[in-house]
């Protein structure tokens, strides 16, 4: 089975090709349809689906993958969220969210002027390209969870409903 993910970030495909392990795994560059960084629940979760969708266009029998980072307000704190979506053969889409955690304040003016995530981090940890290695959720967990491993949960959970429901 053909798998196409919609990123070259590569904690997207090494939580893909760990969880469909014996399956080949194809990237490209899909697009979200949604801002860079999305600021709500229903935009991270749409870009998910609209990276899955442009994948499933790509592979004639095979099945498409979006992951989508983002962030969103609970009551006042802000909070990392993740989002999933698999577009099957048959072209039924399966969705699944990721673990939230809370981000500190100080990140909220920045992202609200504009910047991604991704290059914010960067500057508060002082490290380089945390978005393609460890991840904002690597750093606020002392690296006890990394953006990959906690895709690969998403994917599992992707996975599993795709089984359930064939
Ligand atoms: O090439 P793509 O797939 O776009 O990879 P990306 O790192 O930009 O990932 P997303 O578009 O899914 O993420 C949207 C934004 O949220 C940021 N982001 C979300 N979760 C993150 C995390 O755990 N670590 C670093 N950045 C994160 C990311 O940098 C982007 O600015
Ligand atoms: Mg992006």
Redesign the pocket.
């Known amino acids: 089975m053909e798998i196409i993910i919609g ?3 590569p904690t ?1 495909v090494q939580a893909v090709a760990e969880i469909f392990e014996s399956d080949q795994v194809n990237a490209i560059e899909a697009k ?1 349809k949604v801002s ?3 600021f709500s629940d229903e935009e991270t979760k749409q ?1 998910a689906i609209n990276r899955a969708m442009e994948c499933r266009k790509y592979t004639t029998n095979g099945i498409g993958i979006g ?5 969103m307000f609970v009551g006042d704190t802000l909070y ?1 969220c ?1 989002w999933g979506a698999l577009v099957a053969e048959d072209w039924r889409i399966f969705t699944a969210s990721g673990a939230r955690i809370a981000l500190p304040n100080e990140l909220v003016e920045s992202l609200k002027n504009g910047f ?3 290059e914010i ?1 960067d500057d508060y940890a002082n490290r380089k390209e ?3 290695h460890e ?4 750093i606020f967990t002392n690296d006890l969870v990394s ?1 990959k491993e ?1 895709f690969a949960h998403v994917v599992k959970l992707l996975r599993g409903q795709w089984e359930y429901w064939k």
Do not use: D, Y
């Not at 991840?135 to 690597?138: N, V």
């Open positions: 990123s070259k970030n997207k979200s860079a960084q999305p870009g992951l989508e980072g983002g962030v990392l993740n991604e995530l991704g981090m945390v978005s393609t991840g904002t959720i690597g953006r906690m």
